[in-house]
């Protein structure tokens, strides 16, 4: 697209805006969308044996006000949120990390990561025999910023690392994702414990199916807003709509072999 046709479909974009009234509509303090978009209704937490602790970057935190971070931690009983980008002076941390009665993993792909897809899980096994408390962080944001957490926060890096092979590609269809591999924050837990409970290590009855679903609502909703200028809750929308995933184009930084999405472990 070139610039005067740019310019003229957001020209045409903030006539529409201006000219379009919207009711005051009421709105859910909790899932931060008006009542009828709620997602309230669809959010049953449920419990698992690991602790998930999402480690949110700010920017995530201030754009995203229920994005999939914060809808994992609504759904696992088991989790909490810390905000920050270097975590290694961080008390609350490393309380957790030094917690002898918790055996601390960082969920992050590495050579030496622990694969619950088909690596050898008797350690976790032991750990859980042993009355261990397993505790996974996660790192919530776009991939360059988890890139740079994971390089900053000392502490969260030497920790070992478990994985797993994803068997699909990210259905957030509104981004792009930098590779294949890259999943998002909820769609990352998701697959995680469904390969933990092919595995033995948890047994949630499928109730992480749930997490899908109000995912999948959740882009139905994003896409509305983008596209639609008669919803109060419209957004930056493109007359043109969304493109397909296969046309488009990754970011020159992505494509090239010497830049890595992945901070590799030492």
Not at 17 to 44: D, Q
Not at 128 to 153: E, H, N, Q
Request: glycine residues 4%; proline residues 4%.
């Amino acid at each position: 697209m070139d610039k005067d046709k740019y310019l003229e479909i957001k020209k045409q974009r903030l006539e529409d805006e201006a000219n379009t009234k919207h009711p005051k509509e009421s709105f859910c303090y909790t899932c931060h969308r008006l009542s009828k978009n709620c997602l309230c209704s669809m959010i049953h937490p449920f419990d698992t044996n690991f602790k998930f602790v999402i480690l949110m970057h700010p920017m995530e935190a201030k754009k995203e006000k229920m994005g999939t971070g914060r809808i994992s931690l609504a759904m696992l009983k088991n989790s909490r949120m810390i905000m920050g980008v270097d975590f290694t002076l961080d008390e609350e941390v490393n309380a957790l990390i030094s917690d002898p009665t918790n055996l601390c993993f960082t969920m992050y792909p590495g050579e030496k990561s622990i694969n619950v897809s088909d690596h050898d899980i008797s350690s976790l096994k032991q750990a859980m025999v042993s009355r261990k408390k397993i505790v996974v962080f996660l790192i919530d944001g776009t991939w360059p910023c988890a890139k740079k957490m994971m390089r900053l926060s000392k502490n969260i890096r030497n920790l070992p690392r478990v994985s797993f092979t994803a068997t699909h590609v990210s259905i957030f269809d509104i981004k792009e994702q930098p590779a294949d591999y890259c999943l998002s924050t909820l769609e990352s837990i998701h697959f995680f414990i469904q390969e933990c409970n092919r595995r033995g290590l948890e047994s949630t009855n499928k109730n992480e199916d749930q997490m899908i679903e109000v995912f999948k609502e959740m882009i139905n909703f994003q896409m509305k807003c983008a596209l639609d200028p008669s919803l109060s809750s419209y957004k930056r929308g493109s007359k043109l709509g969304f493109s397909k995933k296969e046309d488009r184009v990754k970011a020159k930084k992505w494509v090239t072999k010497s830049r890595s999405v992945i901070l590799p472990d030492k």
